[in-house]
């Protein structure tokens, strides 16, 4: 698993460490990692041209310091000091030392277009809200460089608990970070500044939850269902699919397409596309009665496709099984009915979706992904999946939020969301909680994206038939 802790739990853990440790002893780990991590990018170090944009705190030490060790390999290096009379002095005097040189932000323009790799470390997890003008015109500075960027343990300017980047900030090909992820550095949109991110391990013990994991290889194989000897259809799970329209018969095949690889025994569906379903999966046990007719599920899907039919949502969700609720039906759920459940409720929303349930607008849930999926999950006291090119599961009450990074832009196409309520879907009704089936199913939905893709667009038919090849590549490594 891949954790993320929030700023005060880092500080907290960087306090009972230091306590223990020689003074400094903590920011030369820091500074170790952060040198090795710029040799490998730069190759060569002897010769090469560094630049560090240092600010007033212990982010700007780390720089001097790394900066230091990079000058006694041979590189050249020229510190900018943006408030020269806080600059960290530990971390000047051992750059100076070592032959560096520091300049005043006057002479940025020069030094940063004939730099080979610029060390950003403005700020870090001591950062307020969006750069200020001086540390925002240094962002612009590297912007239009040719530079390799490499952020010290952020990305100056993105908020380090949420992933919000509420004005300019600094967009790093590697960010090097201590001690643990920052839940920043998982979501969008400050993920895509952070680049690619490389942990350094200085020693901080911390607690056994974090504020946010993402899902690997090994967890996602252990979460998986695997029927066992005795298994039978019934045993491994019915999931029922309550979608589509005559206007919308795709939804409804979308979905029973995903459902039938995401591990479930049978996939029942009701609703007006029936012969369409069956047509193209005929394994699927089609009725033609409503949901409380229809014989058991372990767990319902429903909404895709759905048009305005609140009769069939309400009769669902009025289910005593796990219920999971995605599209027209998202509109169309009542929030007291949702409130009222007690088997679990999973909403999987896409941004625009979300912010119309929030009454806000599409770009402000996109810009504040992790608030908004945890007011969602609390209004409606369900388990929300916000869709996105990082997908968050939260619960409702409160504890570690899920985000899965597997998926491709490429996923961003019609029905894709079908198939995702399909697959999660199934491992609800195969046992797993709406947590683990949100995550599990946008891990091996975004894989199957990848491979359907590879590179190219895709339709969602054949997102649904890579999940299979998914779902062998996670159990199998
Ligand atoms: N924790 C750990 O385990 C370890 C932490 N380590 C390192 O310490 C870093 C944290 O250091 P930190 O606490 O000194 O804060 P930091 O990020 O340098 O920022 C504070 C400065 O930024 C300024 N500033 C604020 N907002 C701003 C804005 N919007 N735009 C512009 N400026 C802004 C603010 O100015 P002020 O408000 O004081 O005027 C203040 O001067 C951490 O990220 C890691 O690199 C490692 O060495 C080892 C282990
Ligand atoms: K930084």
Redesign the pocket.
């Known amino acids: 698993m891949r954790t993320a802790y929030s700023v005060d739990t ?2 907290a ?2 306090r009972r460490l230091m306590a223990r440790l020689p003074e400094g002893a ?2 030369q780990r ?1 500074a170790a990692g952060l040198a090795a991590a710029c040799a490998d990018v730069l190759g060569r170090v002897y010769g090469r041209r560094v630049v560090l944009l240092v ?8 720089a001097l310091y790394a900066g230091a060790r990079l000058a006694r390999r041979g590189a050249g290096v020229t510190a900018v000091l943006l408030a020269p009379e ?1 600059t960290h002095a530990g971390g000047l005097a051992a750059l100076l030392r070592a032959g560096g040189r520091s300049v005043s932000p006057a002479d940025a323009e020069e030094v940063v277009r004939r730099a080979d790799l610029v060390l950003d470390g ?11 003008p001086d ?1 925002a015109a240094l962002a612009a500075l590297v912007a239009a460089s040719r530079a390799a960027v490499v952020a ?3 990305p100056s ?1 993105v908020e380090a608990d949420t992933g919000e980047v509420r004005g300019a900030a600094v967009r790093a090909d590697l960010t090097v970070t ?2 643990t992820h920052k839940p920043g550095l998982l979501i969008d949109p400050a993920r895509e500044y952070a680049g690619v991110v490389r942990l350094v391990d ?1 020693g ?1 013990e911390l607690p056994e939850e974090a504020e946010l994991e993402a899902l690997q290889h090994a967890d996602a194989a252990a979460l998986l269902p695997v029927p066992g000897v005795e298994s039978d259809k019934y045993r491994r799970g019915v999931v029922g699919i309550a979608a589509g329209s005559a206007r919308y018969p795709g939804a409804a095949v979308l979905a029973v397409a995903g459902a039938l690889r995401g591990g479930a025994g049978a996939v029942r569906y009701v609703g007006p596309a029936g012969e369409a379903v069956i047509a193209r999966f005929p394994e699927t046990l089609v009725s033609d009665q409503g949901p409380k007719q229809a014989g058991r599920v372990q767990a319902w899907v429903v909404g895709p496709g759905a048009g305005d039919d609140a009769g069939t949502v309400a009769e669902v969700l009025d289910a005593d099984v796990p219920v999971l609720v995605d599209a027209d039906g998202l509109r169309l759920a009542e929030v007291g009915a949702v409130r009222a459940r007690t088997a679990p409720t999973l909403m999987t929303p896409h941004a625009g979706e979300a912010a119309a349930l929030l009454g806000v607008a599409r770009e402000e849930v996109e810009a504040g992904r992790l608030a908004a999926v945890r007011e969602l999950a609390g209004r409606y006291r369900a388990t929300v999946l916000l869709k996105g090119s990082t997908t968050l599961v939260a619960d409702a009450g409160g504890g570690v939020v899920r985000v899965n990074a597997t998926g491709t832009g490429w996923l961003a196409t019609a029905g894709s969301g079908d198939v995702l309520s399909g697959v999660a879907g199934s491992l609800l009704a195969a046992g797993l909680s709406a947590l683990d089936a949100g995550s599990v199913g946008a891990y091996l939905h975004g894989l199957a994206g990848r491979f359907a893709a590879e590179g190219a667009p895709v339709g969602a038919h054949e997102v649904a038939g890579a999940v299979g090849r998914a779902w062998r590549d996670v159990v199998r490594r």
């Open positions: 880092v500080r853990a960087e903590l920011m820091a600010g007033s705190g212990d982010n700007g030490g780390d806080r403005i700020v870090g997890i001591g950062g307020r809200g969006g750069l200020r540390a010290v343990d952020l300017g201590f001690g200085i901080l």
